[in-house]
């Protein structure tokens, strides 16, 4: 805050120095015209300091005319201001020049005075020049309200959590082969997430115990407006085939839920990638090369992937997906055990999930995929409790 209690005490000095500078200039023309013993007496009296002051009080006055004339108190004009007070071109240098056509007497005793009077003079002008820049700083940060000295505020960076760093990557390399992204709800009809995709009625993932099912919709007459949390993205084949004709190339992320109490890896509610190509003339061998492009694009071109026999409702044939392991390379370790470590399920489209859907399994055929997210996550950073993803502490999170 400029305190305006300053402002007016600078005035104040300025209106009395202006008052005093005829006196000054009396004072001055005196000292400069000392010519004999008489001359110096007249100055012997004066009080050096008293002098001092009043011969500030001149220059200050001056310089402070010229100041508020327009030259402002930048740098420069802090060093003209200077020059004024104690330059080549001041009062009292003025006098200094004169001494050396002074005989000895007078040369010692007008140099001793002036000098005495320039030292006393030094100290205060750096202290007008100093006075001089903080008042007009302060005028400036009154200006902008803004208090410039105040140290600044760093907003912490955040940074994407792993979970959508994975999917980003994993989409990145999909749409790399052509493939385009898809969502559909997390909160489904039975239809989608199990009918649809040949799941039977007395399949154990349908009861109660498995499934969370919205209170009140699951008795309804027809089981199949039964409403849940789906329980993987799978049902997104079905939605984007009821819309769109094939050819079909996409992936599908989001949130799936099941009734798994939480452990180091399971979480009732994760995250999945579905994968669905439709087509003619797709072979096993079109997605044998897809996901083995796909895990060494992910994992590394050092890394194995390896097709076990297995069985899901929607593909036939089905497979699980194993990759490498990255510690022994296949070998059998402590984190593997066997070598491999699973990493999806795969297989061609069930030609009834396409005829569902009006699509000619005669004319087309398709495979499809499905990957767990916080699976990959663990897989690719040696995680030991994926819960950790969804603590969200920040020190864990922010490492990725
Ligand atoms: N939906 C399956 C699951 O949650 C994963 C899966 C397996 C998806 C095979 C697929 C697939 O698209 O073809 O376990």
Excluded at 119 to 124: A, I, V
Excluded at 147 to 165: A, S
Excluded at 369 to 392: C, P, Q, S, T, W
Aim: charged fraction near 30%; hydrophobic fraction near 35%.
């Amino acid at each position: 805050m400029v305190s305006s209690d300053k402002s007016k005490k600078l005035q104040k000095d300025i209106d009395s120095a202006l008052k005093q500078a005829e006196e000054v200039t009396e004072v001055v023309k005196k000292i400069s015209e000392v010519k004999d013993s008489d001359d110096l007496k007249k100055i012997e009296g004066i009080e050096i300091s008293e002098v001092a002051k009043k011969l500030l009080g001149t220059e200050v006055s001056a310089a402070v005319k010229e100041i508020t004339k327009g030259l402002s108190l930048n740098t420069e004009g802090i060093e003209e201001l200077r020059t004024k007070l104690v330059g080549r071109k001041s009062a009292i240098t003025g006098v200094l020049r004169h001494i050396k056509d002074l005989d000895q007497i007078k040369k010692k005793i007008v140099g001793q005075k002036t000098n005495q009077i320039k030292s006393q003079f030094e100290q205060p002008t750096k202290q007008i020049i100093s006075n001089f820049s903080s008042l007009k700083l302060e005028e400036k940060l009154k200006e902008t309200a803004f208090d410039f000295t105040l140290p600044g505020k760093i907003p912490p960076i955040g940074n994407k959590h792993l979970v959508t760093q994975i999917i980003d990557e994993v989409a990145q390399i999909f749409v790399g082969l052509g493939y385009q992204v898809a969502e559909g709800p997390e909160v489904e009809l039975d239809y989608y997430n199990f009918t649809a995709l040949n799941t039977p009625a007395d399949h154990p993932a349908r009861s109660l115990q498995d499934t969370f099912y919205l209170e009140g919709v699951k008795d309804t007459e027809n089981p199949e407006e039964a409403v849940l949390l789906r329980t993987h993205t799978s049902p997104v084949q079905i939605r984007v085939m009821e819309k769109r004709k094939p050819p079909l190339y996409i992936i599908a992320p989001g949130k799936a839920f099941r009734r798994d109490v939480a452990d180091p890896s399971h979480t009732p509610m994760f995250h999945q990638i579905e994968g669905l190509a439709v087509d003619k003339d797709l072979s096993f061998g079109d997605l044998k090369g897809t996901l083995e492009v796909f895990v060494k694009q992910l994992f590394g071109e050092d890394r194995a992937v390896r097709f076990r026999p297995h069985f899901f409702p929607f593909t036939e044939p089905s497979a699980e997906v194993d990759v490498s392991c990255a510690l022994c390379m296949g070998e059998g370790c402590r984190l593997c055990g066997s070598g491999w470590l699973e990493i999806l399920g795969c297989g061609m489209v069930d030609p009834n999930v396409l005829e569902e859907v009006g699509v000619d399994s005669e004319e087309y055929g398709g495979f499809a995929f499905g990957m767990g997210v916080e699976r990959i996550a663990v897989l690719k950073h040696g995680l030991d409790d994926i819960r950790r993803l969804y603590d969200n502490d920040v020190r864990f999170l922010e490492q990725f």
